[in-house]
């Protein structure tokens, strides 16, 4: 069963037998704080690699990594994720680089972006088929359910375009896949600056995911953003995907200084004995 979000996360022993970690979390905004090497990160590495185990190995009890995760509600034994990297490194991997060589990507950034196109593919073909059974089922309300759909696609065109206005660039609204505009040249969202990128992956991720329940879970995602998006980061990702739990790290006074302190936990106050 697919659980809404996480409610608690449990780890025993997070560094060689010490540290062990109970933290409750809420449907919404969770924000991990404390100093470096505190094991901030350390916790989301955990916690996203729990996640990737199959349903089989999520039980009820610690597994050999030392982490449990309740969910909501209880008897769920998984929730949909995703992850948000926000370092903008080379792309060193061979493998991938072989994969992806006519795509001229250079960082993981790039790399992210890439995988998401696909998504946004999917996203749009899942759209397209909610629209049609509408019709096909003859719902009374099928074109107002039809509008309000093809809307999410739009609202999400409209914030992007909105953040990027300083900049001259548009998104090309014809094309399936994501192209720019930007003085009168078509471009990839590869040539994107890294704060624009990081955005984009952020934004994208969120509206794939479709409205659904999700957890969400980024590691210092203010790397690259400028202070402006940095305080206006969680309510758009809100905006796009209010069922969205957030589970982040941050060094940034700004992510979290419009309306979000209480939402913020230091690590020191979720260790037990």
């Not at 690699?49 to 030392?66: F, I, V």
């Not at 509408?134 to 009374?140: G, M």
């Not at 479709?210 to 957890?215: A, C, G």
């Not at 210092?220 to 995907?241: G, K």
Request: proline share 4%; charged share 25%; aromatic share 6%.
């Amino acid at each position: 069963m697919t659980g809404q979000y996480i409610k608690r996360i449990e780890i025993e022993s997070l560094w060689r037998g010490t540290r062990h970690i109970v933290w409750d979390l809420l449907p919404g905004v969770n924000v991990l704080s404390g100093i470096n090497g505190v094991g901030k990160s350390t916790i989301l590495r955990k916690v996203l690699r729990r996640l990737t185990q199959g349903k089989e190995e999520l039980s009820r009890d610690y597994s050999g990594m030392g982490v449990h995760l309740t969910f909501e509600p209880e008897e769920a034994d998984c929730v949909r994720f995703d992850s948000i990297r926000g370092i903008d490194r080379p792309l060193l991997s061979a493998d991938i680089m072989s994969k992806v060589t006519e795509a001229r990507l250079t960082t993981e950034l790039d790399w992210q972006l890439y995988q998401l196109q696909r998504r946004y593919l999917d996203y749009q073909v899942n759209q397209s088929n909610r629209i049609v059974a509408l019709f096909t089922a003859a719902d009374p309300e099928a074109q107002q359910k039809a509008a309000a759909i093809a809307a999410e696609k739009s609202h999400f065109q409209d914030l992007v375009d909105q953040l990027f206005e300083p900049t001259g660039k548009k998104i090309d609204r014809k094309a399936n896949e994501l192209y720019f505009f930007h003085l009168e040249e078509r471009i990839t969202p590869y040539l994107l600056s890294s704060g624009e990128k990081q955005m984009l992956i952020i934004l994208l991720t969120v509206l794939v995911e479709n409205r659904q329940h999700t957890v969400l879970l980024m590691d210092e995602p203010e790397v690259s953003l400028h202070i402006e998006w940095q305080q206006r980061l969680l309510e758009l990702i809100l905006d796009l995907n209010p069922n969205a739990q957030i589970i982040l790290t941050t060094h940034s006074p700004a992510v979290i200084m419009n309306g979000w302190m209480d939402r913020v936990t230091d690590v020191e106050d979720i260790i037990v004995p």
